[in-house]
C-alpha cells in the first residue's frame, strides 16, 4: 500500500515537473502557433545559468530568477531575429529551433564541460517527509507547490487578463486582432518571452531532481510535445492534463512493468495524435 | 490532364517547383545547359579515384550517400509539398536491416541484401504512412504540424527500440561490424576504391529512376498536390493514394543510401535514425533548394564537405557550425543555393541576359 501511495507521490510530483517544462512550450506553441523545438535546450540552458549563479553567490533563488531572465533573453533573441519573420513556415521553424538547439548544447558543453552537475536543493525544502515507512523529500512537495502557483498564475493570465483576451483573439484571427489597433507583435514578443523565461525557471527548479547535462534538452524536448500533445493544445489546463497522464502513467510503469516503460508515453503520445490530434482538451490551432 | 505538362517554356525558372507546365526539355537546346554538365560532371567522378588520395575519395562516397539521401527525401517534401520529420528513420532503419541481416542473418551476397533491406525499409513506410496520412489531411502543406510531430515521434520511437533490443541492435552502442559488401558472384572484391565505384553505380541509378519519376505523369500530379489538393481532387486524382505512395518511394530510397551507409561506415548507432539526423537531411533539402532537382545534391556536398573541414580543424564544434549554416540556409538565402546555381549557370549560358 504505502509502495503504492509512494508511487503516486512520485508521479504527481514528475507530473508537476512536467507541467512546468511544458508550460512555457504550450504557451508559444499552443496559443501563439510557433513552434521552438529549442526549448528543451533553454531549459537546460536555464538549468546551467542558475548553476553558475549559486556556485558563485549559493543563492537557490537568486538562481532561478536568473535562470529565467537569462534564458527569457535568449528566447527573446530567437523569436525576434528567426522566428518572427518564419510565420506560417512551419517546416523552416522546425529545422531552424532543433538546430539551435544542438548549437546551444554545444555552447554550454564548450562552457561548462560535460559532466552533469547536480543542484543542491535550497535549505528551505530540505529534508523528507515520513509516509508509512518509506520517506519522500519534501522538495517534490515544493516543485508541486510551485507548479499548482504557476498553473493558477498562467490560468488566471489566460481568462481573466487583457493580454489572455489579447492572444485569444490573435490566435483566432491575427489580421482582425491588428485592425482593432492592438500591437499584437509586441504581445505575442513579451508572450515569447515569458514562455522561454519559464523554461529556464523550470530548468533550474529542476535541477536537484533532473540535474544538468548539455545533453539533456533531447528527452526533454520529446516530453514537453508528449505532454502538450497528449493534453491538447491551446489551454493551459490541457497542458496540466497532459502532463499528469504523461507523469503518472510514466512513473507506475517504471514500477509495474519496466520493460516497456520506455515506449508507454510514446504509445499514448501516437494513440492521442491519432485520434484526437487536437489532444483530450484543447482545439486545433492550425 | 491539367497536370500534363505543356512544352516549350524555357524562360522563368527551369526545374522550380512551381512551374508544373515545364518538362525537361527534350530538344537539342537542352543539351549544353542540361546534359554537358552532367556528362562532365560524371567523367570527373569517375576519373576522381585516380587522382586524389583515399581520404577525399571516402569523403565523396559520403557525399553522395547523403546526395542520394537528400534527393529521396526531396520527393516528399520539394515536389509533394510533404514536411516529414522523420525520414531519418528509413535512413537507418535501411542500414539496421542490412546489418542485421548480415551479422544475424548470415546473409552475405550484396543483391539479396539491398532488395531485401529496401523492401523491409518499404514496408515500414507503408505502415507507418496509413497513421501519419490519418493526421495530415487535405491539402496540408499550410499546418502540416501535426504530420510533422507523428513522424518526428515515429523517429524517435524507431531510435528507442533500436536501444532496448540489444541482442538484435547492440543497443546504444551501436551495431558494429558490418563488412564491405561481398560480390564475389561478379568476382569483384571490395575495397575502398571499388566501394567508391559501387556506391557511385547505385546512386546514379537512384537519380535515374526518382529523375523519372518525378518528371513523370505521377511527379506532376504530386505537383499538382502541393500547389492545390483540393483541385487534384476535383480533377478526380485520389490524393491520398499519391501523397500515400510518394511516402514509401521517398522511404525505400532512404533506406538504399541507409544501406550503403551501413557498409559506408561498418557501424549503425540509433541516433541515425533521430531527430538530429532528420534535422540534417531537411537542412541539406534546404539549402541545396527543394525546387530544383539537383538542390540537395549540392546540400549534400556543401554539407558533408563543411562537416568534413569542421572535424579536421574544430572537431568539437560541429553543432554550432551547423546551428550557423542553418541560420543561413533559412534566414538569408531562402531560395537554396541551387537556384543561386541555376540562375548563374542560365546567365552563362545566355549571355548577360
Known amino acids: ?26 504557451l508559444t506553441f499552443g496559443v501563439m502557433g510557433v513552434l521552438n523545438l529549442a526549448h528543451g535546450a533553454l531549459f537546460m540552458m536555464g538549468a546551467y545559468f542558475g548553476l553558475a549563479i549559486v556556485a558563485r553567490l549559493d543563492t537557490f533563488w537568486l538562481g532561478v530568477l536568473i535562470a529565467a531572465l537569462g534564458t527569457g533573453l535568449v528566447g527573446l533573441g530567437i523569436y525576434y531575429f528567426f522566428l518572427r519573420h518564419l510565420y506560417g513556415k512551419v517546416p523552416e521553424q522546425a529545422v531552424l529551433t532543433i538546430g539551435l538547439g544542438y548549437a546551444f548544447a554545444n555552447i554550454v558543453l564548450w562552457i561548462w564541460g560535460p559532466f552533469a552537475k547536480m543542484g543542491m536543493t535550497p535549505s528551505l525544502f530540505t529534508g523528507v517527509v515520513r509516509v508509512g515507512t518509506l520517506a519522500f523529500p519534501i522538495y517534490r512537495l515544493a516543485i508541486v507547490g510551485i507548479g499548482l502557483a ?14 489572455g483576451a489579447i492572444i485569444r483573439a490573435g490566435m ?3 489580421e482582425m486582432t491588428r485592425s482593432l489597433g492592438i500591437n499584437y507583435g509586441l504581445v505575442s514578443t513579451l508572450v515569447f518571452l515569458f514562455g522561454a523565461a519559464l523554461a529556464g525557471f523550470a530548468g533550474m527548479l529542476g535541477t536537484p531532481i533532473l540535474g544538468a547535462f548539455p545533453s539533456m534538452g533531447d528527452a526533454l524536448l520529446l516530453l514537453t510535445l508528449m505532454v502538450v500533445v497528449v493534453g491538447g493544445t491551446g489551454y493551459i489546463q490541457g497542458t496540466m492534463l497532459g502532463a499528469l497522464i504523461i507523469g503518472l502513467l510514466d512513473t507506475f510503469g517504471k514500477a509495474y512493468v519496466p520493460e516497456i516503460a520506455l515506449f508507454t508515453s510514446y504509445m499514448i503520445f501516437l494513440v492521442v495524435l491519432l485520434i484526437r490530434p487536437s489532444g483530450l482538451i484543447g482545439r486545433k490551432v492550425f | 490532364m491539367a497536370a500534363q505538362p505543356r512544352p516549350g517554356i524555357f524562360t522563368g525558372r527551369l526545374f522550380t517547383r512551381k512551374a508544373v507546365a515545364v518538362p525537361a526539355e527534350r530538344s537539342v537546346r537542352s543539351f549544353i545547359p542540361v546534359v554537358l554538365p552532367v556528362i562532365v560532371i560524371g567523367a570527373l567522378l569517375l576519373l576522381l579515384p585516380t587522382f586524389v588520395p583515399s581520404y577525399i575519395q571516402s569523403l565523396v562516397t559520403k557525399m553522395m550517400i547523403f546526395a542520394l539521401f537528400g534527393v529521396s527525401m526531396n520527393i516528399l517534401w520539394g515536389y509533394g509539398g510533404i514536411p516529414t520529420f522523420g525520414h531519418a528513420a528509413f535512413f537507418g532503419f535501411g542500414g539496421y ?12 551476397n550484396f543483391f539479396l541484401n539491398l532488395v531485401l533491406a529496401i523492401a523491409l525499409t518499404a514496408l515500414l513506410a507503408a505502415g507507418l504512412g496509413i497513421p501519419a ?9 499550410d499546418n502540416p504540424i501535426y504530420f510533422l510531430l507523428v513522424t518526428l515521434a515515429f523517429g524517435e520511437l524507431l531510435v528507442r527500440v533500436a536501444i532496448t533490443a540489444r541482442s538484435l541492435t547492440g543497443g546504444s552502442t551501436g551495431l558494429a561490424g558490418i563488412p564491405y559488401p561481398q560480390l564475389d558472384v561478379l568476382g569483384i572484391t571490395i575495397n575502398s576504391r571499388s566501394f567508391y565505384f559501387l556506391v557511385l553505380i547505385i546512386v546514379v541509378v537512384c537519380f535515374f529512376i526518382i529523375y523519372r519519376i518525378v518528371n513523370s505523369h505521377y511527379g506532376y500530379a504530386l505537383r499538382g498536390i502541393h500547389d492545390n489538393e483540393r483541385r487534384m481532387q476535383a480533377l478526380g486524382y485520389n490524393t491520398w493514394l499519391y501523397k500515400y505512395t510518394s511516402y514509401i518511394l521517398a522511404g525505400a530510397f532512404g533506406g538504399i543510401a541507409g544501406v550503403l551507409f551501413a557498409y559506408f561506415g561498418g557501424v549503425m548507432i540509433p ?22 532537382y539537383f538542390g540537395p545534391i549540392v546540400g549534400a556536398v556543401v554539407i558533408v564537405g563543411v562537416e568534413y573541414l569542421a572535424s579536421l580543424y574544430v572537431p568539437d564544434r560541429w553543432p554550432l557550425i551547423m546551428g550557423a549554416i542553418i541560420v543561413v540556409a533559412i534566414m538569408v538565402i531562402p531560395q537554396g543555393i541551387g537556384v543561386l546555381l541555376l540562375d548563374l549557370w542560365r546567365r552563362l549560358i545566355h549571355g548577360s541576359t
Request: proline letters at 0%.
Open chain 2, 97 to 108: 536491416a542490412c546489418g542485421i541481416l548480415i551479422i544475424h542473418g548470415g546473409i552475405s
Open chain 1, 172 to 174: 483566432d484571427n491575427k
Open chain 2, 271 to 292: 541516433g541515425t535514425m533521430g531527430m538530429a539526423m532528420t534535422d540534417i537531411v531537411f537542412l541539406i533539402v534546404i539549402l541545396g533548394s527543394a525546387s530544383v
Open chain 2, 133 to 141: 496520412f490519418r493526421v495530415y489531411g487535405v491539402g496540408a502543406s
Open chain 1, 1 to 26: 500500500m504505502s509502495t503504492f501511495t509512494i508511487t503516486t507521490l512520485n508521479g504527481v510530483s514528475y507530473a508537476f515537473i512536467l507541467f512546468l517544462l511544458a508550460a512555457g512550450f504550450s
Open chain 1, 150 to 163: 504557476v498553473l493558477i498564475l498562467l490560468w488566471w493570465m489566460q481568462d481573466k487578463t487583457r493580454v
